[in-house]
């Protein structure tokens, strides 16, 4: 074999890289790592295993990566390149799609949507201020700003379902690649929730690196990366990401819209709240 291209750098997968499954996570970079080897690539040995405020997070010296969609889209995709979108393990959407759960306790008088924007007093918990899956997919339903103004700030998704369980919010929207996991490492917890609705399907997660990397090596890395993620024998037990699939970049110009989603705000609601934030910020 001809000698390899090193490429050193940042390599992360933050999005679902809860603690419980960094096994996951260090298999899928092994396999991108091997296919990056067969097309001249050297990638860093390991991914890092490190907590990020991951819907806004980026910085210099990345390789690879993962981020939600709006933020990547509106922010970064000038200098964070696409090289494929997630394909998460949930019935009912796409290869490169997903989509979120309105979640609320089982005991809720909350019963739709249209209950979370006109009932008086009830609390949001959410894991970032940008995100899509967290609050960007509600905007067209209700005044999500005054939500988060006296909201419960997480800092990760599986947060937000703790803080619903534990009556510190009302309801949440989860992203259901991460319910699907938190589902599979405490199933009794699950018991105590109901899924209230489930928001529209939107591209998943990009797969990016560094603008800076060298024309032809990003598509060989983005070669790799679809080389390794795809086929049957990439899922892995109770892991809700199973690959990637090229989307290109036009399917993400939908967040735009979402954001601009804003309904009239509803009169005679306090704007005032209580802010907590979690040190683990894994989740989008």
Not at 2 to 22: F, Q
Not at 164 to 177: N, W
Not at 257 to 263: Q, V
């Given at each position: 074999m001809?000698?390899?291209?090193?490429?050193?750098?940042?390599?992360?997968?933050?999005?679902?890289?809860?603690?419980?499954?960094?096994a996951q996570t260090d298999a899928l970079w092994a396999r991108i790592r091997e296919a990056a080897r067969d097309d001249g690539l050297d990638l860093p040995t390991k991914i890092e295993h490190r907590n990020h405020n991951v819907s806004a997070w980026m910085e210099g010296g990345l390789v690879f990566s993962q981020l939600c969609g709006s933020p990547w889209y509106?922010?970064?995709?000038?200098?964070?390149?696409?090289?494929?979108?997630?394909?998460?393990?949930?019935?009912?959407?796409?290869?490169?799609?997903?989509?979120?759960?309105?979640?609320?306790?089982s005991d809720s008088s909350l019963n739709a949507l249209v209950d979370l924007g006109q009932k008086r007093g009830a609390r949001f918990a959410y894991n970032e201020s940008d995100s899509q899956s967290g609050v960007h997919c509600l905007r067209a339903y209700m005044n999500i700003d005054a939500q988060i103004a006296r909201g419960v700030h997480s800092g990760g998704h599986r947060h937000?379902?703790?803080?619903?369980?534990?009556?510190?919010?009302?309801?949440?929207?989860?992203?259901?690649?991460?319910?699907?996991?938190?589902?599979a490492l405490f199933p009794a917890r699950v018991n105590g929730l109901r899924i209230l609705a489930q928001t529209p399907l939107r591209p998943a997660p990009v797969l990016i690196t560094s603008a800076e990397l060298e024309g032809g090596v990003a598509r060989r890395l983005?070669?790799?990366?679809?080389?390794?993620?795809?086929?049957?024998?990439?899922?892995?037990?109770?892991?809700?990401?199973?690959?990637?699939v090229d989307l290109g970049v036009?399917?993400?110009?939908?967040?735009?819209?979402?954001?601009?989603?804003?309904?009239?705000?509803?009169?005679g609601r306090s704007t005032k709240g209580t802010f907590t934030r979690s040190k683990d910020h894994s989740g989008l």
């Open positions: 001809a000698s390899l291209t090193k490429i050193r750098g940042r390599a992360l997968l933050p999005l679902y890289d809860w603690p419980e499954y960094h509106r922010h970064h995709r000038e200098h964070a390149r696409y090289l494929a979108s997630s394909v998460l393990a949930l019935d009912g959407a796409p290869a490169g799609h997903y989509y979120s759960h309105v979640i609320v306790r937000s379902i703790d803080a619903v369980l534990a009556g510190e919010a009302d309801f949440a929207a989860i992203d259901a690649c991460s319910f699907r996991l938190y589902d983005q070669r790799a990366v679809l080389n390794a993620l795809s086929g049957p024998d990439v899922s892995q037990a109770h892991y809700a990401f199973i690959g990637a036009a399917p993400y110009a939908v967040f735009e819209h979402d954001l601009r989603a804003r309904p009239a705000p509803i009169e």
